[in-house]
């Protein structure tokens, strides 16, 4: 199938590893030109130069931090003046610390409101123009499967990333008719450093062992495993693709059947 997405302009946030790679690995692979972003510049670096010798299509590396909200505009406007254009946009940043909602730290909260919050949308604001005047976008949210069924351990995550469901679907539904698409794809458990992390804590809370606490997470999943990046990616490529011009304003769910509700 030819998903139509040779010379497709991509800006891929997040993308020196886990999912934010993956997504970037999966549109190159399709001939996408590509800007792939992050803090770590060397990193994103040696991933541009792997992403265009494997598919002939050119890629960038630009640093940028969703910390500051003012990197956001320079973000958008170097990957406008690199690509020509930005005809797909991926938001993804780092997961916020995890923990209970009875140790919620209000600073902690404000600081991740600004991160998972404001910069995604200032930087989607800044690129809709041009996706809206060429009658043609993808804007793509790495969310969490926590956007349909709350995480234990994770209520900045839950909290959150509630607010951007609420504005992608707003969104979608305001540039549906310009051609624009707006969906949230959403992991189950991906083997990431992140899922990692987050298995690793909960292997310290519960005074077991790391392998122990990995092998209790499989078994939470129908699949009976934990999903790859590869996976992950592959299904966000065909939401950047000419053959989901339909889909919008979903939660498409990457999951292995985890999420136990529709």
């Known amino acids: 199938m030819d998903l139509g997405l040779r010379g497709r302009r991509a800006l891929v946030m997040g993308a020196s ?13 399709e001939g996408a030109t590509l800007c792939v972003a992050s803090r770590d510049l060397a990193a ?3 991933l541009a130069v792997t992403l265009s010798a494997a598919s002939g299509a050119p890629a960038y590396a630009i640093a940028a931090d969703v910390a500051d909200e003012a990197a956001m505009d320079r973000l958008a406007d170097e990957a406008v003046l690199r690509m020509g254009g930005v005809d797909i946009l991926v938001l993804n940043h780092g997961g916020p610390p995890v923990g209970p909602a009875l140790e919620l730290d209000l600073a902690e909260l404000k600081a991740q409101f600004a ?4 910069a995604p949308i200032r930087l989607a604001m800044r690129l809709l123009p041009g996706m809206r005047e060429r009658r043609w976008g993808r804007i793509i949210t790495i969310g969490s499967s926590g956007m349909v069924q709350p995480l234990p351990n994770m209520v900045l995550s839950n909290t959150l990333r509630a607010a951007i469901v609420g504005w992608n679907k707003t969104l979608a539904n305001e540039v549906a008719a310009d051609g624009v698409t707006c969906n949230i ?3 189950g458990s991906i083997l990431t450093d992140r899922t990692k992390d987050t298995v690793g804590f909960m292997a310290r809370k519960e005074g077991i062992s790391f392998e122990e606490a990995m092998a209790k997470r499989a078994a939470t999943i129908p699949a ?5 990046p590869e996976e992950y990616g592959a299904v ?5 693709s000419e053959r989901a011009s339909y889909i919008t ?3 498409v769910r990457c999951d292995g059947g985890i999420v136990r509700g529709f």
């Open 17 to 29: 590893k886990g999912l934010g790679r993956a997504v970037a690995e999966g549109l190159a692979a």
């Open 44 to 46: 994103l670096q040696t």
């Open 115 to 118: 991160k998972m919050v404001v």
């Open 185 to 187: 794809l959403a992991p």
């Open 224 to 228: 009976g495993r934990l999903g790859t």
């Open 236 to 240: 966000a490529t065909f939401l950047a």
């Open 249 to 251: 304003g979903s939660i």
